[in-house]
């Protein structure tokens, strides 16, 4: 009975042992063949199943970034400054506007557009042939007056005269004298002349033609030296004087800078404005800025000597603080926070938060991570 009882626990047991692989392919074999392809078939989702759920466990296979490009600088200690830009008009510092006193035809013009000329140079002539007569008369009535008031100064002073009759010979005299100077300034009014030496600069009167008093003439510059004047508002007045130097860029002529100097500058605003008028002289000798041209005059607002200075570049904004990114000889970068003073948009003040002589990151910061080795370009 118990070789029985054994005999039947045995049997179980084999039953629940796994099948060989002998055993798997015999049955296989022996299945039909729709049979064996719905087994692939299964087999094949399963695994696929097995596949993607290992696949959402495990994530997305990681590349291995690479560095991040940057360029480093070093902060230094250096002088910054900030300028105000003023404009105006590049004007001679002299010029003359000739305005006829007489009326009258054109008889000569003795100059041409851009001619240079020196102080009293005749410019053209104005018909003087009716002035010269009233000329000739008036200086003919003031000889006639004159030797009779002379003579009769000696008989007033003899007693042979009245008093009545001396004071008209004396005002006969006097008016004499005024009538013949206002005919010989006229006289002089037919030959303009320059009252200053420079370039004529206009001209429009011309041979035959009729000049008239009140009309310009002709206009005479001395472009020997330049001016700027130009207005400036209160927030600068402290912070400039007289004596001062600019730099003056004119937009035709590209981005070269002439020199200035402030020469003058008013305490007070013009009369019924709020700016404070000044004059800049052009102190820069080359000739290619010439008189007209407009300018921006450059002004230095505030400035800083021995300071630490950065690259404006440099400073990065992140949840409100100035953040500036050190890099140490391993390539390992740092942000670090700093306090930044005057920046003029090239260069920014750190009044702390580095050292002179620290390297540090201007461009690529934004996309480092701290502690993670960046690829330094030059």
Known sequence: MENQDSLHIESVEKDLQPESKAGLSSRFNRMKLPQKI????VLLMIALGVYRIASIISGPPQKEEPPVNVTVSEAETGSIFTTSPVTGRIAPVNEAVIVPLASGKVTAVYVSLG???????????????????????ATAAFQAAKTAYNAMSTLYAEGAVSLADY???KSAYASAQAAATMAGEAYRNCSPSSPISGYITSLNVSL???????????TIADTSSLKIDADITEYLLG???????VQIYV??????????QITALSPAPAAGGLTYPITITVTDKRSDIKAGMFAEVQIIAESKDQV????????????GRSLVATIDENNIPTYKEVVTGIDNGKFVEVKAGLTSGEKIITSGQQYITEGQAVNVIE
């Open 167 to 169: 004071e008209a010979a």
């Open 308 to 319: 630490i200075i950065v690259p404006s570049d440099a400073v990065v904004i992140k949840s």
């Open 251 to 260: 937009g035709t002529l590209g981005n070269t800078a002439y020199a200035g």
């Open 38 to 41: 719905l087994l692939i078939a």
């Open 208 to 218: 035959g033609n009729l000049a008239t008093t009140g009309s310009v003439a002709a």
């Open 239 to 245: 912070t400039i004087a007289v004596g001062d130097e």
């Open 115 to 137: 001619d240079y000329v020196e102080k009293g140079t005749i410019l053209f002539e104005i018909d003087k042939t009716q002035i010269a007569a009233s000329y000739s008369q």
